[in-house]
């Protein structure tokens, strides 16, 4: 066996940071420890009542919270808390951002659980995190300005999905790699190096029940998409599956634009820029894609508020930059 385990991997790569204490490596550890918690749980969820269903509330956001969300949410804050050198974490899952290790130097932002709406169907969901340096002084209490950076000062970024196989994907900003979970033996192995967008890209990826309620733009788009045209290669073809996590993986590893637009309901759209559209958003760019709101730069947002949505346009460049075409037309 040749590959490269993720352990190994995460210290090799720590000399791309020159004077590295090995914190963001610790961090990564623990992610990678808790994930293998929770894939453990997800691939048993089926024959374990007690994790299947709801929880019989709902988090901040009013969306009914599962098992498996708040599971998998104490499982990350956890492994993350073990390591002593997080200072905070804000989750999609906690109304407020959690203060931990007021020596720490980075905070943490997730999603523990992506697509909680499959678990019960047994269909493919993810976990998305992204790393900050704090900014305010270490030794002080963590505080709300070092969870409201913008997406271009992430440290790393990265998502677990646990679809046909676990998978955990991630940067430093030193390109993308994919690592395949070996559950028989409990290790990571490096088995997608060097992750880029293919030049190709036919799939569009959009809740299309919600077409008559998205802009003008959006919804010519998505006609555009739709045009049989040879020369271009169109039709392209949709694929959707309820998951950003597995939908995003599946583009990424084929060719595609994942859409969460506005709609009339929603003018934000649904997707959190702190917990789901920055971090993918760095995985993107880091992989030759491009991340937008429809008209500018997902990472240079400057956030406001912690459970704070974005309409979100990602994947190849070609076909964000289209959409952002028809958007800017409207
Ligand atoms: P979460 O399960 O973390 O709340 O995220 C669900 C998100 C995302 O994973 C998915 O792409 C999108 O919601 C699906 O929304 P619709 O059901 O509106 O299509
Ligand atoms: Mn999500
Ligand atoms: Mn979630």
């Not at 409201?148 to 900003?173: C, D, F, K, N, R």
């Not at 994919?178 to 880029?196: C, N, R």
């Amino acid at each position: 066996m040749n590959f490269k385990t993720l352990g190994e991997f995460i210290i090799d790569r720590q000399k791309d940071f020159p004077g590295s204490s090995g914190d963001l490596s610790r961090i990564l550890s623990a992610i990678r420890l808790a994930s293998k918690i929770v894939s453990q749980q997800v691939n048993k969820a089926g024959l374990a009542r007690h994790i299947l269903g709801g929880v019989g509330r709902e988090n901040v956001q009013g969306e009914a919270q599962q098992k498996l969300d708040v599971y998998a949410d104490e499982r990350f804050i956890e492994a993350l808390n073990n390591r002593g050198n997080v200072c905070g974490i804000g989750s999609e899952e906690n109304d407020d951002f959690i203060e931990l290790n007021k020596d720490g130097k980075y905070i943490i932002l997730m999603d523990p659980l992506d697509g909680s709406s499959n678990i019960d169907v047994n269909v493919s969901i993810g976990t998305i995190f992204s790393v900050f340096k704090r900014v305010t002084e270490i030794g002080e209490p963590v505080a709300l300005e070092d969870f409201l950076q913008p997406g271009v000062e992430q440290v790393a970024a990265g998502y677990v999905l646990y679809g046909s196989s676990t998978m955990m994907v991630y940067t430093t900003g030193n390109g993308v790699n994919g690592f395949t979970y070996d559950p028989g033996i409990g290790v990571f192995f490096l088995s997608h190096p060097d992750m880029t967008f293919p030049n190709q890209s036919k799939i569009y990826s959009m809740n299309e029940g919600n077409l008559m309620r998205s802009s003008k733009g959006v919804q010519n788009y998505v006609k555009y998409c739709q045009e049989v045209d040879k020369e271009t290669n169109r039709p392209h073809t949709g694929r959707y599956i309820g998951s950003l996590v597995a939908d995003f993986h599946r583009n990424l590893i084929k060719g595609g634009i994942y859409m969460y637009p506005s709609t009339d309901s929603a003018p934000d759209g649904k997707l959190r820029l702190l917990y789901e559209c920055n971090p993918l958003a760095f995985l993107t760019e880091q992989a030759g894609g491009k991340a937008s709101n429809g008209k500018e730069r997902i990472m240079e947002i400057r956030p406001t508020k912690l459970h704070q949505r974005v309409p979100y346009f990602v994947g190849n460049t070609s076909m964000v930059e289209k959409v952002e075409e028809f958007i800017a037309k409207e």
